[in-house]
């Protein structure tokens, strides 16, 4: 967790909601709406975090003399 801030802050604003620390919700319904919305908000950051991690392994890739994916193709006949 220490690694990923923005996914830390989304679960303690989760735990926040669903413990009512803001003693605002008086439904339910609000609590699981507020939960909904912070798990959708949690999935664009870890999506972020995954496209950074998929560029830095790319990356470390092609400096290491890249992937047999790369370059031309045989035909297989």
């Known amino acids: ?3 990923y801030p923005e996914l830390r802050a989304r679960f303690e ?3 926040a909601i669903v413990e009512n620390a803001a ?3 008086v439904k339910a ?3 699981e709406q507020r939960v909904i919305e912070e798990l ?3 999935a664009q950051c870890a999506a972020r975090v995954g496209r950074a991690q998929a560029t830095a392994f790319a990356k470390g890739e092609r400096a290491a003399g890249g992937s047999d994916s ?3 193709k045989t035909l297989l006949v």
């Open 13 to 15: 604003e989760m735990l």
């Open 40 to 42: 959708r908000t949690g």
């Open 1 to 3: 967790m220490r690694e």
């Open 23 to 25: 003693g605002d919700i």
């Open 70 to 72: 790369e370059g031309k």
């Open 29 to 31: 319904d609000e609590a």
